[in-house]
C-alpha cells in the first residue's frame, strides 16, 4: 500500500486519500492485522485509493513493467483502476499536531 502512495506522489498526485481518509505528509498509515489505520481511523479490506492528477500519468506510473501493480498481482492481489474526470477528496478530518512550527504574531515573517 505504501509502494503504490508512494507511486502516486511521484507521478504528481496533489492530493490523496485511502477510504476516504485524506493523507497529509504527517499522515500516519499502520498495518494493524487484516486491518489498516490511517489518520488513526481504522478500516478493513478492499481498500480505496483516490487519487487527484493527470489521469494519464498516475496510470503510467502504476502500471510500468516491473511496477507496483505488476507486484501487487504476482502476489495474487485484486487491483481495479479507475479514471474519473471529476473526483472529489474529502478534507483533512483530525487534528495537526505541531512539535516545532509557531504561529507568525501580527506581520512577523
Known amino acids: 500500500l505504501l ?6 506522489r511521484a507521478a504528481g498526485a ?4 485511502i477510504n476516504d481518509q485524506r493523507l497529509l505528509a504527517m ?3 499502520r498495518c494493524a492485522g487484516p486491518t489498516l489505520s490511517v489518520n488513526n481511523s481504522r478500516s478493513a479490506p478492499p481498500y480505496e485509493i483516490r487519487a487527484i ?3 494519464q500519468t498516475l496510470e503510467n506510473s502504476l502500471k510500468m513493467r516491473g511496477g507496483v ?14 479514471t474519473n474526470d471529476s473526483l472529489t477528496i474529502p478534507a483533512f478530518k483530525g487534528t495537526y499536531r505541531f512539535e516545532y512550527a ?4 501580527g506581520g512577523q515573517v
Open 53 to 55: 492528477g493527470n489521469p
Open 3 to 8: 509502494k503504490v502512495i508512494n507511486e502516486l
Open 27 to 29: 499522515s500516519e498509515i
Open 69 to 82: 501493480l505488476e507486484t501487487l498481482q504476482f502476489w495474487g492481489i485484486h487491483v481495479t483502476l479507475k
Open 102 to 105: 509557531q504561529p507568525v504574531k
Open 14 to 17: 496533489e492530493a490523496i486519500s
